[in-house]
Every structure is written in structure tokens, then in C-alpha cells.
């Protein structure tokens, strides 16, 4: 179990009363658990949940899963086994009904050691799969081949998005087709290991004449992002330097084609950054921003510090240039 959690969770708790609070989302379960998973089916629905009470724990499982999830996700908690054909509903208050992401988000230094493994992993999985590809191959296939490497390392793609040159100009969630990847293309993961999740995009380039000069672009307009990403910042005051360098290089209008990112962590996206967003940046929080154009994407996930952030998804065998002073990935070429 994260002590961690759990000692924020019951904090909680006691200020809103509840003596008992049950908690089926995958991402509070895995975030209490230390990566713990409680899903069969991808991410929903749950299969088990927990009871969290001041002083006790208790899984709740249907008779299919309670022995794996006691062997492998939560070894050690007491269990109350249902039968598969008649699932209760928890009796009492849950985070079905409360939002839980103001507490997940400041990461335990435990959390922070998985996530800078998972950025590791997660970087090398895109990258060598980016490298590996061929102009030929469809988006399928370049698809299979990051899916490929990441679960080789334990990591689940929750997101797996790959465009070649005829679809990375038109779309920004662009999800594998039997198209060619051709001149550029780019794959985009959000792989979770550990409850966690990182998120990367990559872009590789077979001699595009535009490929270098829209990646700097974005490099630019992330860069007012990250210099913006300081501890007691807001989301939204963060998001307005966001549009101001959108502006600054040519392209307001582009601001508006694709949200740009936020905090990160069990899920995706924790918390997206949306004008006005009160929400105040801390030391232990995670960020992914994603600015993009036709044709250009970058984004990384960074861990924020009392002095700075530092990019847990940085791949030392991909080319990188600086920008503003941080290395920040090309797009690769040849």
C-alpha cells in the first residue's frame, strides 16, 4: 500500500466526516495501492474495489479475480469475495461520487522513483520503434511495433496514436489506419506502469522539407510553457503564455485546434489546463504539455521541483537541440 496516499486520503476523510469511503477508480485504486490494477477490461470497467476506514483496508473482488489480485496487485488485505453473477454496490460514500485528483497529485518520492523509470522505458519504447520504422510500413504497422516494445517492458499503452505524412497535417488524434507513414510521421503513446502514466510524441522524417522548420516552432511555443511552469503558477496563467507564443510566431488560430497539456500522473491528464484554471502548480507535480501545428507535435512529461522541472521522458539516444536553454527532441531524419 502507498502510506502516502492512504495518509492523505484518511486526512480527508476525517475532514468531511466519513468514518468508511470506498474506492473503485482505477486510477485512486492504483494510486492507494502503490500500482495496483483492479481492471480486467482496459482502464474500465473496475473489478474490485477497496474500503478504507481509519485504521483497516479491505478488498472487495468477485470470486474471479480476488485470488490473483491478493497474489499479484494487493498481497496482504483482508477480502470480501462476491459472487461474479451479483456484484454490490458499495455501501456508504465513494469516488464515484467525490473527485479525488486534488489529492493524487503531489507525488510521493516513491512515485517520483517509478515515474522517472516509467519515463525512461516509455522514451526508449517510441524511440527505438521510431528508429526501427520504414516509409513503407502503414500506421498499423508502426502501431504493433510501439505496442510491441512498451508491453516488453511492462508498460500498457493507454493511448497509441501514429500518423504518417498524409493524415499528420489534417489530424490531432490521429488513430492507426492502413495508411502509409511515407516522408514524416509520428507516434504519440500514454503508457502506464505502476499506476502511472507518461506521455511522449516523437516525429521522424525521411527527408520532409517542413519537418524541421514546424518542429521548432513547437519547440518555441512549448518553451513559454515550461519557463511558465513554476511552483505557485496557475494552469490557466500557464495556458495564456501558451496562446501568447502562438501568437508570436504567426498562428493564433492554432490555440484553438488542440488542448495543450496540463498536470499528469495516474491519469493522462489529471487536471486540463483551460483558461482561467485556478489550479497552483507545486514541487511534486507532474506536466505534459503538447503543443502542436499541421504537421508538428512535441511533448514530454516533466516533473516539477523546487527549482525547476525535470523531463522524466528524455531519451539520450534521440537527437535533441536546445531551446531556451533545455534539451528538447528534433525531429529525427533519415
Not at 502507498?2 to 468508511?20: I, K, P, V
Not at 500518423?163 to 511515407?182: D, K, M, S, T
Not at 484554471?277 to 505534459?288: C, H, I, Q, S, W
Request: net charge negative.
Amino acid at each position: 500500500m502507498n502510506a502516502f496516499a492512504l495518509t492523505r486520503l484518511r486526512a480527508w476523510m476525517e475532514g468531511q466526516g466519513f468514518a468508511r469511503f470506498f474506492v473503485q477508480q482505477p486510477e485512486n485504486f492504483a494510486w492507494l495501492t502503490g500500482g495496483g490494477d483492479n481492471t480486467v477490461v482496459t482502464f474500465r470497467p473496475v473489478a474490485a474495489w477497496l474500503e478504507i476506514t481509519p485504521d483497516g483496508v479491505r478488498l472487495h473482488a468477485s470470486q474471479i479475480e480476488a485470488g490473483r489480485l491478493l497474489d499479484e496487485e494487493v498481497p496482504g488485505l483482508e477480502v470480501v469475495r462476491y459472487p461474479w453473477y451479483s456484484p454490490p454496490a458499495p455501501q456508504g460514500p465513494s469516488d464515484s461520487e467525490h473527485d479525488l485528483t486534488p489529492l493524487r497529485l503531489v507525488l510521493s518520492p516513491e512515485e517520483q522513483a517509478h515515474y522517472r523509470a516509467l519515463g525512461r522505458d516509455a522514451a526508449a519504447a517510441l524511440g527505438e520503434s521510431l528508429r526501427f520504422a520504414d516509409p513503407g510500413w502503414s500506421e498499423y504497422e508502426l502501431a504493433g511495433a510501439i505496442s510491441e516494445e512498451l508491453l516488453s517492458k511492462g508498460i500498457q499503452p493507454l493511448v497509441l496514436l501514429v500518423a504518417g505524412e498524409e493524415r499528420l497535417f489534417r489530424y490531432r488524434h490521429p488513430i492507426p489506419q492502413q495508411r502509409p507513414l511515407g516522408r514524416l510521421f509520428m507516434g504519440v503513446i500514454c503508457g502506464r506502469r505502476h499506476g502511472l502514466i507518461a506521455n511522449v510524441s516523437r516525429l521522424r522524417s525521411f527527408g520532409h522539407p517542413e519537418a524541421q522548420r514546424l518542429n521548432q516552432q513547437v519547440c518555441q511555443i512549448e518553451a513559454a510553457a515550461l519557463e511558465a511552469s513554476r511552483p505557485g503558477a496557475t494552469l490557466g496563467e500557464v495556458l495564456e503564455s501558451i496562446r501568447a507564443a502562438y501568437q508570436a510566431i504567426g498562428q493564433p488560430q492554432e490555440f484553438e485546434n488542440h488542448h495543450q497539456g496540463g498536470l499528469t500522473g495516474y491519469r493522462s491528464r489529471e487536471v486540463l489546463a483551460r483558461p482561467g484554471n485556478p489550479t497552483r502548480l507545486e514541487p511534486g507535480m507532474a506536466l505534459a504539455w503538447n503543443p502542436s501545428l499541421p504537421g508538428a507535435k512535441v511533448e514530454d512529461t516533466f516533473l516539477l521541483g523546487e527549482t525547476g522541472l525535470e523531463n522524466l521522458t528524455f531519451d539520450p539516444a534521440w537527437p535533441s537541440t536546445q531551446v531556451n536553454g533545455r534539451l528538447r527532441p528534433m525531429v529525427l531524419e533519415g
